[in-house]
């Protein structure tokens, strides 16, 4: 047991509820605070010289100057396991070549996808690591990661593979999703229902057994897999005990629909969803996640942030890093931006990436600093927390705890 600190303002989010509107007001902020730790769990949290004079022999961790504590960060959209890079299609894109023309030039997500089968085991695993790393010195200790580049039973299972094992070699939870269901792969000989069953029949049996993923995911859109097709596809990985997530209504709407539907934990994206969708999910447990860093990275609007939070929904802001459309991999500064288009309070914005994309990812041990709960925290050198989404990402954590454990 310890107890660390003292920190000039622990921000909990104790007592925020899980889906809707936030105000600033309702944050408690615990001046001159401390918080105690035992076995990796947060035991307590409050004033630091009370903890002290509560517990005289307990071990202190003391904080060098004026910090402030919040709880560490959940990116619960991720594709961070891949080979190549993408930054000829970002700089074509912004020429104004379509869509069509980078893929012809040999960009999209094929590229993606031979990279990533070209890429060795070691490559894969050494370059996922570095931007696992990178994360955790943002604050971010629980990420989601999907495969989805690989497209085959052989290179699908390598990714996952991989991501099993960069969990052997870091403190941050990852959280593992099958995405073969990206797009159909160029050298798939059939038809989208056609390999849609071989995910089912192939793919998802060696998943299960091998334990490398207990979630799916599946691209709805034009130019991936059409609603229909990918309804009966998820109803299919229900059936074999998978939990469900979807990208959804990124650039058509209609697929938020679906994955509310079929019980998904989340829709992700959201970017074309209507009105009369908004309320939809906003009535469901499905989390409606935002993803500002695609939007950054294509230039499109964002998700209606705003217009799902008044609604009720249950809102989770996630980076969707990903070597093509989202290629910053800063959630932090992705979601003060989010925060200025969609005017959305600090509370609501901190709720969406911590307890709420947690929620995403059924993980309800961590994202608030309340007592029980895993002892994930992250700290700034600023007397005021506010200083954390006005400095939009530029604010460098300065301590990052994983189960109460400094990491850096
Ligand atoms: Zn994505």
Not at 37 to 45: A, H, S, T
Not at 361 to 373: A, M, P, S, Y
């Amino acid at each position: 047991m310890k107890l660390i600190g003292p920190f000039k303002q622990i921000v909990t989010l104790a007592n925020l509820s899980l889906r809707g509107k936030l105000s600033d007001d309702q944050l408690e902020i615990i001046v001159d605070g401390g918080v105690v730790v035992n076995e990796g769990k947060i035991q307590k949290v409050g004033n630091f010289e009370e903890l002290r004079s509560e517990n005289q022999d307990i071990d202190i961790e003391f904080i060098k100057g004026e910090q402030i504590a919040l709880p560490a960060f959940v990116d619960s959209h991720t594709h961070i396991c891949f080979g190549g890079n993408r930054a000829n299609d970002f700089a074509m894109r912004n020429a104004g070549k379509t869509y069509l023309e980078i893929a012809e030039s040999g960009g999209g997500i094929w590229s993606s996808v031979q990279h990533t089968r070209n890429a060795s085991e070691e490559e894969l695993l050494k370059t996922l690591l570095e931007r696992i790393n990178f994360l955790i010195s943002l604050g971010i200790t629980t990420i989601e990661i999907k495969s989805g580049y690989g497209l085959d039973v052989e290179n699908e299972l390598k990714m996952l593979r991989m991501i099993k094992k960069a969990q052997q070699q870091t403190q941050a939870t990852l959280v593992p999703t099958c995405l073969s269901a990206h797009l159909k792969p160029r050298d798939f000989e059939g038809s989208n229902q056609e390999y849609l069953n071989y995910i089912i029949n192939d793919i998802l049996p060696k998943v299960k057994e091998e334990g490398l993923a207990k979630r799916v995911d599946i691209f709805i859109e034009k130019s991936a897999f059409q609603p229909e097709e990918s309804k009966d596809f998820l109803l299919k990985t229900k059936d074999l005990g998978f939990e469900i997530t979807v990208h959804a209504d990124q650039f058509t709407p209609g697929s938020s629909r679906i994955a509310v539907e079929v019980g998904a934990k989340s829709a992700d994206h959201l970017e074309a969803t209507i009105d009369e969708d908004i309320d939809f999910i906003a009535q469901s447990d499905t989390v409606a996640t935002a993803l500002p860093g695609a939007s950054l990275g294509l230039g499109e609007k964002f998700t209606p942030a705003r217009k799902l939070l008044d609604a009720g929904a249950i809102l989770a802001i996630a980076s969707d890093w990903n070597p093509g459309s989202a290629p910053m991999g800063n959630l932090i500064t992705q979601a003060s931006i989010l925060a200025t288009y969609e005017k959305l309070t600090t509370a609501e914005v901190l709720a969406g990436m911590t307890f709420r994309s947690a929620y995403a990812l059924g993980l309800e041990d961590r994202g608030k600093l309340e007592q029980g709960l895993k002892a994930d925290i992250v700290t700034y050198s600023t007397n005021n927390f506010q200083n954390v989404l006005y400095n939009q990402g530029s604010l460098k954590a300065e301590n990052v705890y994983i189960d109460g454990i400094k990491q850096n």
